[in-house]
């Protein structure tokens, strides 16, 4: 992918490591960026994540490929204002939390003939901004394609192309079963964090509370280290998915504090269960990872310190 | 704490973890190891964490120091055992998950006049076995203390004393006291990652879940990975704790879903909340250590790898 040119529009965490991961691998490229905070641009010119800020007029011209990286809140005005000058032959991709809301503003308000792909990359951290912006977030990663029924094939080998060469696994996905997935592994475990911690914080033992929790606690609470806004806008344009999966979830819970409060022998193997299920995971995360060729275990570095979200990813390419 | 005899009952995790901070700290203590596996034993010997194995009556005779490291659920029948061969002047520690049904087994089974402190420190990892005994596990770690009414005061001095040369902070607190709060910040977080990856592994989707589940997955189902028996035995010897925080939990879910299926912008700053209280936690911990000059943020292992459950603790010692 020789692009000479790049906007990226939206220069956050991931805006910002679009950029540098392009720069990395193709330094002759010149990436504009445009961020509706000045601020943000400037910190993202600062760690060099952009050449150069612009106007979204000034962004968009000549671009051969446009990122489009704010929270998905801000898509939908953001699709209708570069409608009109958006140059035709650019490939056009989200990096969005949601794709069924987004795929429909695209598809009405973006130009006929669009080369448009939505996109998700299953990577990222709790920190936001800039600053946090790193060029190796994707190597590894997950990155969900979902392309418009009229996105031409071109279009969408251009994309598989510009993951790949990132460093991420490319894994097509119908929107609406992408937001399906994300309910159940990314946007229920943030609100199950949430609950965890408000719940004790509300109290009046809290303070003894947070004297005493340690590693579990941490790792339980983690997400909660998330940008609020970006998880606002994912429970409003994934709010059905996320309820059902709160439902299912409440179920689940209830179930075993039902094993728990008649002293069952399931509580046991309902345990041994869960350790078979998640190691499972986890062989099969890093079976997916060495045949790809990828670094089996990136490194973790210190929930304390607010780093890491994971950026680890299982290749598959099963589907068209 | 001179001790020249020292016994390690039950040679998991913990209490290989015990003999190896005690034998970095003294050398020269003589470290005799029982566990009722032969296994156990014999890898917490080739690990270094005790010198020799004994019977039950080796261990024991001329002992000064008896850690009872075993699950809680082996605890009363060993309490049974020891209770004829325990030499008088022994300091006797537990490390159990739970104090309420330790204390009370301590009280009706162990002689009169037993200098008994229970104990508990908040430290771990979700590997089991002398194989992942770590010297350094209880550094900076807060380390609960619950002695019994009729315990004297140079046995519990004693407690503290030794807490502190394995790098820890005690933290008095009553069993029952202490009951609640860990059934808030470790097992209903664990019982949480377990309703988690159950609710999720059970649906014909999974392998596409897991396909795409990246690390907000990795953080809040990385406690399933701990040893089912343990939270089998913490599920039984602290139900009403466990339950009365479910059902806590279960209705804030339910508030927090409540407004996200009504669009409330609540749902916004009860995001915001959460990450503020998760902050300050954490601030709040960093301060503890700073103050103690503990290691200020230890590094965490990978999670993929399985290492880590979190060892870091906030001194807090304001308690009689």
Redesign the interface.
Same mark, same amino acid.
């Given at each position: 992918m020789a692009y000479s040119r790049v906007a990226i529009l939206g220069t956050g965490l991931i805006g910002s490591s679009v950029g540098l991961a392009l720069k990395a691998a193709r330094p002759q490229t010149q990436v504009v960026g445009y961020d509706a905070s000045g601020d943000n641009l400037r910190r993202a010119q600062g760690v060099k994540a952009i050449d150069r800020r612009g106007s979204l007029r000034d962004a968009l011209a000549d671009a051969e490929l446009v990122v489009v990286s704010t929270p998905v809140g801000a898509m939908k005005a953001l699709f209708e204002e570069i409608a009109p000058i958006l140059p035709t032959q650019a490939l056009v991709m989200d990096t969005g939390s949601t794709k069924t809301q987004v795929l429909d503003w695209a598809a009405s308000l973006l130009p006929q003939g669009v080369r448009f792909v939505g996109g998700h990359p299953?990577? @990222?951290k709790t920190e936001t901004g800039p600053d946090a912006a790193d060029a190796k977030l994707f190597q590894g990663?997950?990155w969900?394609l979902a392309p418009l029924p009229a996105t031409p094939r071109d279009a969408i080998d251009e994309a598989v192309a510009l993951v790949e060469s990132l460093g991420a696994s490319p894994?097509f996905?119908d929107p609406s079963?992408h937001d @399906?997935?994300?309910a159940?592994?990314?946007h =229920?475990?943030?609100?199950?964090?949430?609950?965890?911690?408000?719940?004790?914080?509300h109290e009046r033992?809290w303070r003894?509370?947070?004297?005493?929790?340690?590693?579990?606690?941490?790792?339980?609470?983690? =997400?909660?280290?998330?940008d609020? /806004?970006m998880?606002?806008d994912i429970?409003?344009t994934n709010?059905d998915n =996320?309820?059902r999966r709160?439902?299912?979830?409440?179920?689940?819970?209830?179930s =075993?504090?039902e094993l728990?409060?008649t002293?069952s022998p399931d509580?046991?193997s309902?345990?041994?269960?869960?350790?078979q299920?998640? /190691?499972d995971?986890?062989a099969?995360?890093?079976q997916?990872q060495a045949a790809e060729g990828d670094n089996p275990?990136?490194?973790?570095?210190?929930?304390?310190? @607010?780093s890491?979200?994971?950026?680890?990813?299982?290749a598959?390419r099963d589907r068209p």
């Open positions: 299953m990577a @990222g990663a997950v969900c894994y996905v079963e @399906g997935l994300v159940s592994v990314s =229920l475990p943030y609100v199950m964090s949430v609950a965890l911690i408000r719940h004790l914080g033992s003894e509370t947070a004297s005493v929790a340690a590693g579990g606690f941490a790792y339980t609470t983690h =997400l909660t280290d998330s609020p /806004q998880f606002f429970s409003r709010r =996320l309820i709160l439902d299912l979830y409440i179920n689940e819970l209830e =075993l504090r728990i409060r002293d509580v046991k309902a345990f041994e269960e869960a350790r299920l998640h /190691q995971w986890l099969g995360r890093a997916g275990l990136p490194t973790t570095r210190s929930m304390l310190t @607010g890491l979200f994971g950026r680890f990813g299982r598959d």
